[in-house]
């Protein structure tokens, strides 16, 4: 038996949850897990082990980098089997409302340790320990289960499993293939589960419910095969180990012997801390963050925005990049992730997203993957950002084709109207399509379609011009032209952008005119490097405002349309996705914003207070994409969320940088 790690003061103990959370079902049911694999595959569940989540399983592997997911192993289901009749210590619903089994009520402690879930479960003098992890780089999936009290016991773990798409369900229409193993089985013919004891079942356990897809509005029953159990007698300190790994080129192959699952956890364990100390983790909340930030990391390398639903966005790695990369001790990785989205750059733009999920139709005959009119602005924003923290000319310069080419592009006009026009500011946009972040359609109408002039997107042109000029400038080339063109957007701006009402216009130059909508982009546009600079009394009036707990409103509660719930089905929930639902990673630009404006950096670190505890009341350890305008804000979308992480750790580091010395870190 391999002992506990020694604790360490930062990373140990994360979070800890003990029997009266653990056993109400509404409370443990709302908190949720997850471990990443590193490349785009996934454990995740709940605190009580209900499956609330169409999505949720204990092997999720995934192809590149996340653009498609499978469902493998949904669960293993402790079983004590005791004289008196077995306990069952799994948790499941069912399409008429019953749960069963409620093994959550014995439920002793939740822990996550390094990042890593433990549950302990006690029966009287019996108590269980067991212990997730994934191996790093490949789909292995490796649980103990471990007596630590009340020994002889005899235990059991019973594997339902599935093969679908994370985002569908699949209803028992036959057998699933299964082939018996000496060890376990293969289920499929993709994933293998292996362990001692083994007995196989082989039937469907119909109609499981998913009350989160209900919420949801979409499909929530699914059918599970209950492949068969391993079994142990186990004495005190024993273990009943249980692997499971799909088919994968960088995994073991189906017909290996199986792993050893307690040295794939000590390994799990091992990884997590030197991540932490990589990324220079000063206490607990920083260490969370560290290894939420890695979770989100590939080792293609890219980023999955958020788990359990998004594969890679564009938009999403760039904002993110400083944030995960850079705070965290990965600039290598960060030079090879840059490198390897300039190579695929078309008429100077990024494709918004490799995996298909929400491409919009495109005029110009592409796959519609290019709906994006800042992600490729960002990029920019993030290779300046690079150099500007590691004084990697070589990288810019290495960059300056693809470079040159953005800035050509939006210039002289690429897909949907982006171009600039003759007062240096750029303009985009095309009936049904939404080009900025705010890109939420409904019945294929864009709900804040922004056509015309966004303010955020100038601040992003006016900083692309300033960081392209730059890398003229080492490559010894006359950057004039862009100076001047950049001139020419700032004067613009400062002419058109402030309003009447002491903040700025969300859009100008639209199909109705100019838009002095009260939103959170101009503060965007404040924070943004090389971009126009704060304006403290907009900044003020935006903060009155938009200002929550959980970061900022998408859009202010007195204007018309607000919606201060992000719930309901999808044509709900999407109308209110940008109409005052809350974004947390928006709290980086206005911390930003904050500190150049000539906030006190103390009191500017109370904006932090609420995500920081935020950290331990849903997807744990991580932050959430979005959280509901009107207070409590509760949290919504998906639980773990790549920028929402990524400014909430860069925002700590700013301050930190800020406090020492009094000016901006980097």
């Known amino acids: 038996m391999l002992p506990h790690p020694e604790p360490d003061p930062i990373s140990d103990p994360a979070l800890r949850l003990g029997p009266q959370l653990c056993g109400d079902l509404e409370q443990a049911s709302r908190r949720e897990w997850l471990v990443a694999d590193g490349t785009g595959g996934y454990a995740m569940g709940t605190v009580g082990g209900l499956r609330t989540r169409r999505y949720h399983g204990l092997l999720a592997p995934a192809e590149r980098s996340g653009a498609r997911r499978w469902l493998a192993v949904a669960a293993l289901d402790p079983v004590l089997l005791l004289p008196s009749g077995p306990v069952r210590l799994g948790v499941h619903e069912w399409a008429d409302g019953t749960v069963a089994p409620t093994g959550h009520v014995h439920l002793e402690r939740f822990e996550l340790r390094d990042g890593l879930p433990s549950w302990r479960w006690r029966v009287g003098e019996v108590v269980i320990e067991r212990e997730l992890a994934l191996a790093y780089g490949s789909p292995l999936l490796a649980v103990t289960h471990r007596v630590l009290a009340g020994a002889p016991v005899q235990l059991a773990v019973e594997v339902l499993g599935t093969w679908r798409d994370v985002h569908g369900e699949r209803h028992g229409d036959g057998d699933l293939p299964t082939e018996t193993t000496a060890d376990g089985a293969v289920l499929a013919g993709r994933y293998r589960v292996a362990g001692p ?106 980023v999955v925005a958020g788990y359990p639903w998004f594969g890679a966005w564009s938009r999403d790695t760039m904002v993110s990049y400083e944030g995960l990369l850079l705070e965290t001790g990965r600039a290598e990785t960060g030079r090879a992730l840059l490198a390897g989205y300039a190579a695929t750059l078309s008429e100077g733009m990024l494709a918004n997203t490799a995996d298909g999920v929400g491409a919009q139709p495109s005029s110009s005959g592409d796959s519609g993957q290019f709906n994006s009119v800042d992600a490729t602005l960002w990029f920019v924003h993030a290779v300046g950002r690079h150099v500007a923290r590691t004084g990697d000319r070589d990288l810019a310069v290495a960059l300056a084709p693809a470079l040159e080419a953005v800035v050509a592009a939006y210039r002289d006009g690429t897909r949907y109207g982006i171009r600039a026009d003759s007062d240096g500011l750029v303009t985009q946009g095309e009936p049904g399509v939404a080009l900025t972040w705010m890109d939420a359609r409904v019945d294929g109408v864009g709900v804040t379609a922004r056509i015309g002039k966004p303010v955020e997107i100038q601040a992003l042109w006016v900083a692309a011009l300033a960081t392209v000029a730059r890398v003229r400038q080492w490559r010894g080339a006359d950057p004039s032209d862009l100076l001047r063109l950049r001139q020419s957007a700032l004067t613009s701006f400062a002419a058109r952008f402030p309003t009447g009402a002491g903040w700025w216009h969300d859009v100008v130059d639209g199909p109705a005119g100019d838009d002095p909508t009260l ?35 998408s859009l202010a509660p007195a204007e018309a349309g607000y919606r201060g719930v992000h719930r309901g089905d999808q044509r709900t929930r999407d109308a209110a996705y940008h109409q005052g639902t809350v974004w947390p990673w928006l709290i980086g630009p206005y911390l930003q914003a904050s500190l150049l404006s000539g906030s006190d950096p103390q009191q500017a670190a109370g904006l932090l207070a609420g995500l920081e505890v935020h950290l331990n009341e849903w997807g744990l350890g991580s932050v959430s994409e979005t959280a509901d305008g009107d207070a409590p804000h509760a949290a919504t979308g998906a639980p773990f969320q790549a920028w929402s992480v990524a400014e909430l750790l860069r925002a700590r580091r700013l301050l930190r940088g800020w406090n020492a010395d009094g000016q901006p870190a980097g």
């Open 519 to 553: 939103r959170p982009n101009q503060v965007i546009a404040m924070a943004l490097p090389g971009g126009p600079g704060p304006d403290r009394a907009a900044l003020h009036a935006a903060g009155a405002a938009l200002l929550t707990p959980l970061g900022l409103r």
């Open 197 to 302: 004891g083994w007995s196989p079942t082989g039937e469907w356990f119909r109609g499981v419910h998913a009350r989160e897809e209900a919420a949801r509005g979409l499909p929530a029953e699914d059918d599970l095969w209950f492949a068969g159990r391993f079994t142990a007698t186990l004495g005190a300190g024993d273990v009943l180990p249980v692997t499971a790994w799909a088919s994968s080129p960088d995994g073991p192959a189906l017909d290996r012997p199986a792993p050893d699952a307690a040295t794939v956890i000590a390994g799990a364990r091992a990884r997590a801390r030197e991540v932490c100390r990589t990324a220079g983790a000063g206490d607990p909340a920083e260490a969370s963050l560290a290894l939420a930030a890695d979770a989100m990391v590939t080792t293609t390398p890219d």
